[in-house]
């Protein structure tokens, strides 16, 4: 079928301030799901994962929640630099298991202003 | 430790040629994933291998191939280009073990260009 061009949801602020990327997902039964930072030029690099038996995550300035009951998670990143100015996906593998089949979703460009 | 790496980095090609892009995992992974990534679609499977096997698929056509080597190494080719083709491809690698998820780590990817 004819592609539409993506349209990346933006978040834009203001250096020092923190970020909230939210990311929902359909599958229930989905039990594993990792955040990806993808700055320009470069290939995604990992954030932080998060299982399904846990509601939250931290990691050095990000913290993942995970809220199984609406099927949502979203990625906190505390006092924010320029240097976390990049496109963020979250990303899940179909089926689970031990599969490297990943899904990502659509991201979202983090724009900081200094 | 060397990280993920990807040639070439950038490639040209007039639709109807083939083209086949290589991807050197991190030293000791021995799972090698393709990602197509393009504005329209965004970041999508290829495909996965482990150990010279293909054990993932994604929905591409046949065009879209790969194979991995006893190094690890690996490489997808794509016959009968198409404009559609352009796009960056990323190569991730990974332990691959069977218990559980394991981190993927990205290269820069090669951006082909079809022209």
């Given at each position: 079928g004819e592609s539409v061009g993506l349209h990346l949801p933006t978040l834009s602020v203001q250096e020092g301030d923190n970020s909230i990327i939210n990311c929902a997902y359909s599958n229930s039964a989905s039990d594993y799901f990792i955040w990806y930072k993808q700055e320009s030029g470069k290939g995604p690099q990992f954030i932080i994962d998060i299982r399904s038996n846990m509601d939250k995550r931290q990691g050095q300035r990000v913290t993942v929640l995970l809220n199984k009951t609406v099927k949502h998670l979203s990625l906190q990143i505390a006092a924010t630099q320029p240097g976390d100015s990049a496109v963020y996906f979250c990303a899940e593998p179909l089926g689970g298991g031990a599969t490297n089949k990943l899904i990502f979703g659509t991201g979202t460009l983090l724009a900081v202003q200094p | 430790k060397a990280g993920v790496t990807q040639t070439p980095r950038y490639l040209i090609k007039t639709r109807g040629q083939q083209v086949t892009l290589s991807c050197s995992p991190i030293s000791g992974h021995r799972s090698v994933s393709w990602y197509q990534q393009t504005p329209g679609q965004g970041l999508q499977f290829l495909f996965e291998y482990f150990s010279e096997t293909q054990r993932n698929k994604g929905n591409?056509?046949?065009?879209f191939s790969g194979r991995q080597f006893s190094n690890s190494r690996s490489e997808m080719n794509v016959s009968t280009l198409e404009l559609g083709d352009s796009a960056l491809y990323l190569c991730a690698s990974s332990l691959g073990s069977e218990a559980g998820q394991n981190e993927q780590f990205f290269g820069p990817g090669t951006r082909l260009t079809v022209l």
């Open positions: - | 591409f056509p046949g065009r």
